[in-house]
């Protein structure tokens, strides 16, 4: 009897969780992107919300009734129909919503993401560049609103911890840009905002 009724509560917390969310502005949306080798060495250094690997995130911005996602991705910042945020994955994206004392700071947020639509997508994955990878995005734009760190940085690596040694995709990724692997550098990935205690997962989206 005592299993059957953990088996009920485990599957009725999984159902509640899968519920159909009605977004809002500054909810952020977290995905696990399909981008190859890459996506998959990020989410083998990487652990997110309930051990999720996630690749990339977006921030929601409603106007007049219309759902879009300001994100950096492909070749700079910019305002993507959700529609076409969430054909970027297969797999359920997961929806963050600030806590409440942390609400009223959504607005500012926002408004510094919308002013930095069209500054170039930052390939070389180093902070305070002029550039913006997704979660530098969302890190910078909280930033702005919150007037000190409201997620967090953390020491990035590129070295695979089944050996220490880096992952061959990041070496030739690097070599490419004629730069040093950053190795240590402060960095934020999505995995680690989705973790964040400002934030609540709320649901989930297919």
């Not at 299993?3 to 995905?31: N, R, W």
């Not at 994955?89 to 009223?104: A, I, Q």
């Not at 550039?131 to 409201?150: G, T, V």
Request: charged share 25%; with cysteine.
């Amino acid at each position: 009897m005592k299993k059957l009724s953990l088996l009920f509560i485990f599957m009725f917390t999984v159902i509640s969780f899968a519920q159909k969310v009605q977004l809002k502005t500054g909810d952020i949306l977290f995905q696990s992107m399909n981008c190859g080798p890459l996506c998959e060495a990020i989410n083998e250094v990487t652990e997110g919300y309930r051990g999720k690997d996630f690749s990339h995130l977006g921030i929601v911005y409603i106007k007049n009734d219309s759902i879009f996602v300001i994100e950096a991705s492909g070749e700079e910042v910019k305002i993507t129909p959700y529609e076409t945020f969430k054909t970027y994955t297969t797999e359920e994206m997961f929806v963050g919503r600030l806590k409440r004392k942390y609400r009223k700071y959504i607005s500012q947020a926002v408004s510094f993401a919308l002013l930095q639509v069209g500054i170039p997508y930052d390939e070389e994955y180093l902070y305070n560049n002029g550039k913006y990878y997704c979660s530098e995005l969302i890190y910078d734009a909280f930033l702005f609103a919150y007037k000190k760190p409201l997620f967090e940085m953390y020491p990035m690596t590129f070295k695979s911890p089944k050996n220490n040694n880096y992952f061959e995709v990041w070496v030739d990724y690097y070599r490419k840009l004629k730069m040093e692997i950053p190795e240590g550098k402060l960095g934020c990935n999505p995995g680690g905002i989705s973790t964040s205690n400002k934030l609540k997962m709320i649901g989930t989206l297919r």
